[in-house]
């Protein structure tokens, strides 16, 4: 029986470090820009079908909640009428799909 250490046969693993990468979204950006007619409806669609559901939901508890949601679906049907970059009308979508979400889960 042999009981020599022999270090080929134990490694360790290599200590690595990961560093923060920025992901380049100015593609993506410019995605939306240039295909505002199309994705127009498709934030029209589901800021609208959402918050609906949203307000039908909040109507039974509070007139806050249905405030709320009123105005966050709003603002997105406002901002696309109004022709105002994706970049604000996208991150507001998403606020207004959140903030229903949150209706739907509480």
């Known amino acids: 029986m042999d009981t020599s250490y022999n270090s080929s046969f134990i ?3 290599a200590v690595t470090r ?3 990468t920025w992901i380049n979204t100015t593609a993506f950006w ?7 007619f199309g ?7 589901l800021a609208a079908c959402l918050g609906g559901f949203a307000a039908a939901v909040t109507i039974q508890y509070s007139l806050l ?5 009123g105005l966050s679906t709003g603002l ?4 696309l009428i109004a022709v105002a970059p994706m970049r604000i009308t996208f991150w507001f979508l ?7 979400l949150f209706v739907f889960i509480f």
């Open 94 to 100: 998403v606020t207004a799909v959140m903030v229903d």
């Open 76 to 79: 997105v049907e406002v901002l």
């Open 65 to 69: 909640m249905l405030s709320i949601v």
């Open 30 to 36: 410019e995605y939306l820009e240039i295909n505002r």
């Open 11 to 13: 490694s360790a693993p």
């Open 39 to 45: 994705m127009t409806p498709v934030f029209l669609v």
């Open 18 to 20: 990961k560093t923060a």
